[in-house]
Every structure is written in structure tokens, then in C-alpha cells.
């Protein structure tokens, strides 16, 4: 799978080449910035399968990037990561 880096702020944004699936085990907030404290968009439920074309490691978790209808970005944590950014946990199942 090809991915390539692209800088954002402080975190960096890994984009895949194509849309990748997750399908969520539990309720995870959809929100306009890839931080706890960006405005909520919508609480997805466990079941929901979300398709997402960039993740990044930052803040203790790992973000999905969902491209909207609108051409605008949604983002969800998908699970935690520890300081150097490995995976603690997942919150659902990637396909």
C-alpha cells in the first residue's frame, strides 16, 4: 500500500492511496479537526463502517480522515496510540 507524509501543524498526516473501511465496535465522535476538542459533527455508532483516505498519530490516538460529501474532512479517533505512536487499542475492525 502506498502512503506518503504531508505536514500539518505539529502532527503529520499519512495519506493512502486509496479508501480504506473501518467498521466501528463502539460509539466514536465524528468531529471537524482531529482533536478531542474540535466542534462534533456526529456520534458514530458501533456498526457504522466509516471510509477514510488518511490517519495520524497524535494526542494519545489515532485519527481517520473521512472525505464528507461536501469535499469538506470529517475525523474520528480510531483507537489510542502511546508517545511514540504506537497503537494501544482499537475501536473497531479495518477492512
Known amino acids: 500500500m502506498k502512503v506518503w507524509l504531508v505536514t500539518l501543524k ?7 492511496n486509496q479508501m480504506t473501511l473501518m467498521i466501528l465496535s463502539e460509539s466514536i465522535n465524528l468531529r471537524w479537526g482531529a482533536k478531542t476538542d474540535s466542534d462534533l459533527i456526529t456520534t458514530l455508532n458501533p456498526g457504522d463502517v466509516v471510509k477514510y483516505d488518511a490517519f495520524s498519530k497524535h494526542d494519545g490516538y489515532v485519527w481517520l480522515r473521512q472525505v464528507r460529501d461536501n469535499g469538506q474532512f470529517g475525523y474520528l479517533a480510531s483507537g489510542e ?7 494501544t487499542s482499537i475501536w473497531g475492525k479495518f477492512e
Open 10 to 16: 505539529k502532527a503529520s498526516l499519512s495519506h493512502l
Open 81 to 87: 496510540c502511546d508517545n511514540s505512536g504506537k497503537r
